[in-house]
């Protein structure tokens, strides 16, 4: 059964956001454990499996604080973030998780699919999407951000984590007996203080663009980002949360053909061309709703053309996409 107080926060949560609700919600699962906590060995795997059947709409991201043991290596690696994200929330045991800022907050063994079901259900007023891309002679990742909020909204922080999908030891780093953690933090972008949005104007287009060195981190294989939209206030309330579309890699695609995606889509699309070229962009009539040149990625917020079938050009050749 499920607690009353957990229930109850869930439904102001739903107050708040119902009257601008837009788009589909991604929930923000932030956890926080240690390589010497027996509880977390106990807790962290279940909350793990409960993520991995819900990975299209979770985004996910582990923090290590320095307690019970001083040498979790995943600590270590990088103090400053994980520090900064422990004492955001306030948090003075392990394990601990927090879902959307402070909507969910307890123990991993609190929660269950039902109420990632209920949070699921309410939907976001903020459209987001995140990609990003490896420079492995540079050493540096470099993230793109860029969504629509349906909203005026004042005061927020976007935060980009980096992370690592899976991280294992051939022995246990730590007393508990686990070998294997996922979705480890590797660092924030722009740094763990967030990228401060002033004011955020209804539907009006945003966009970022942040750079990581890769100073530290297991495997680049294993390299993943997600990104969350926050307020800077004490509720600190998640108004989005979006994964990296990492599925549409440009490494994945023929090389001779423009790629666009994500299609469908709610509005926003990105198109990596293989040479300059122009675009065009066709609505069902034939009509030419928008023109410009590709060189490499441009970035395109359709939304505005309304929603059904469309035609892209690029150079020769022409693809379907569809807005929702």
């Not at 690696?77 to 045991?93: F, I, K, L, M, S």
């Not at 459209?127 to 490896?134: D, G, R, V």
């Not at 108004?239 to 890699?249: E, F, V």
């Amino acid at each position: 059964m499920r607690p009353v107080s957990i229930i109850l926060a869930l439904s102001l949560v739903f107050v708040f956001l119902s009257a601008n609700a837009q788009n589909e919600r991604v929930l923000l699962v932030e956890s926080f454990t240690n390589t010497g906590c027996e509880n977390c060995a106990l807790q962290i795997p279940e909350l793990d499996a409960l993520i991995a059947a819900n990975s299209n709409k979770v985004a996910a991201i582990q923090y290590h604080v320095n307690w019970p043991s001083d040498s979790d290596p995943m600590y270590l690696c990088n103090p400053t973030d994980n520090e900064a994200r422990t004492t955001n929330y306030g948090v003075t045991g392990v394990p601990h998780m927090v879902i959307n800022g402070n909507h969910f907050s307890g123990t991993p063994n609190q929660l269950n699919q039902n109420i990632i079901d209920l949070l699921l259900t309410q939907e976001s007023p903020i459209e987001m999407q995140l990609t990003f891309e490896i420079d492995e002679d540079a050493n540096t990742l470099s993230a793109y951000v860029m969504g629509q909020s349906a909203t005026d909204f004042n005061n927020l922080r976007l935060f980009v984590g980096i992370i690592e999908k899976e991280v294992h030891f051939d022995s246990s780093p730590g007393p508990n007996g686990e070998n294997s953690f996922y979705n480890v933090m590797n660092g924030l972008l722009p740094d763990a203080s967030g990228q401060f949005i002033e004011h955020l104007a209804a539907n009006e287009p945003f966009e970022y663009t942040f750079t990581l060195t890769l100073n530290h981190f297991y495997d680049c294989e294993q390299l993943d980002a997600i990104a969350w939209i926050q307020t800077s206030n004490g509720s600190k309330t998640v108004l989005q949360a979006s994964k990296a579309r990492s599925n549409y890699g440009f490494s994945e695609i023929d090389h001779e053909l423009p790629c666009i995606y994500p299609n469908p889509t709610q509005g926003l699309v990105s198109i990596k061309c293989p040479v300059s070229q122009k675009i065009s962009v066709f609505n069902l009539l034939g009509q030419c709703v928008f023109e410009d040149y590709c060189h490499d990625i441009l970035r395109l917020n359709l939304k505005k053309f309304g929603t059904g079938l469309f035609f892209v050009k690029v150079g020769l050749h022409i693809q379907k996409v569809i807005i929702i």
